[in-house]
């Protein structure tokens, strides 16, 4: 074999190998999404201590109100706990006040805005009971935990979302110049949401009962795409009274109810639009 050829060969045989011994390190550090622990994942309890968050105890704590969110993203996770109290990121403890109220109010002021990409702030909410999270003026709001009533009151935000591993018994939405909703792969009970202007989405959720009524610009898309299991709401009822597009996909009605404007566009299976006619 020509030398030239016996080099070509050599780096050939270089280019194999270090993929191959990359694989063999990465391998040994890789966590599968089941190996991760449940230590790991778990809402510590308020009591206990964790790097880098701030502990701040009230005597009761049943309301969370956000005044002028200043662009920032709040993640505010409810957790149900003996203790009263919120935890956050020692880096945002200068951006806010906490003032506590008599009635269980806590009420959250932006002392400095968000910076660059530090706008995401995530709020340990621990209580045994928080009926109520009101925003106003901020970029986004993740609410998600355990509640058994919750009203979420929302006033110029661009997006709302429950998320993963969310459960709620009875969760009322009102959105106030909120762009978007969005619920997705949360546990529900009774859900019911006005909208105005305002996009609402439930991606692979189940409910007990889904009332939505929607005013203005409101597009409706309930689905289940992307999920083996198919989603079932026992009973869902739907108002439009402006131009909404309304859309029902690889999703179980077992009661459907409700009225649509003459502006409003359907795309369901027709077994569910009899239903909702005839309603």
Same mark, same amino acid.
């Given at each position: 074999m020509k030398t030239s050829n016996k080099l070509l060969a050599i780096v050939g045989a270089l280019f194999l190998l270090?993929?191959?011994?990359?694989?063999?390190?990465?391998?040994k550090n890789y966590k599968l999404e089941s190996e991760v622990t449940a230590e790991e994942k778990r809402d510590k309890r308020f009591d206990e201590p964790e790097e880098g968050l701030l502990s701040l105890p009230f005597n009761s704590l049943s309301k969370v109100e956000i005044v002028n969110g200043k662009g920032f993203n709040f993640v505010i996770t409810l957790i149900k706990d003996a203790k009263h109290g919120i935890k956050i990121r020692d880096q945002f403890k200068d951006n806010f006040k906490f003032t506590h109220q008599a009635d +269980?109010?806590?009420? *959250?002021t932006v002392l400095k805005a968000a910076e660059g990409h530090s706008n995401y702030v995530r709020l340990n909410i621990y209580s045994p009971e928080?009926?109520?999270?009101?925003?106003?003026?901020?970029n986004g709001l993740d609410v998600n935990g355990t509640a058994d009533v919750l009203l979420i009151d929302a006033n110029n935000i661009?997006?709302?979302?429950?998320?993963d591993g969310a459960t709620f018994n009875k969760v009322n939405v009102v959105t106030t110049r909120v762009g978007e909703l969005i619920v997705r792969?949360?546990?529900l009970g009774s859900f019911?949401?006005?909208?105005?202007?305002?996009?609402?989405?439930?991606?692979?959720?189940?409910?007990?009962?889904?009332?939505?009524?929607?005013? +203005?610009?409101?597009? *409706?898309d309930i689905t289940n795409e992307y999920s083996p299991k198919r989603a079932t709401i026992k009973k869902l009822n739907i108002v439009t009274f402006g131009k909404s597009n309304l859309k029902v996909n690889k999703t179980n009605l077992?009661?459907?109810s409700g009225s649509l404007s003459d502006s409003t566009d359907v795309s369901m299976p027709v077994v569910y639009l009899k239903q909702l006619l005839k309603n």
């Open positions: 270090v993929p191959l011994s990359a694989m063999i390190y990465d391998s +269980g109010t806590v009420s *959250i928080v009926n109520s999270v009101k925003i106003t003026d901020a661009k997006s709302i979302s429950i998320n792969n949360a546990e019911t949401t006005k909208l105005n202007d305002c996009n609402f989405r439930s991606i692979a959720t189940s409910y007990e009962e889904l009332d939505i009524s929607a005013a +203005g610009k409101s597009d *409706i077992e009661l459907v």
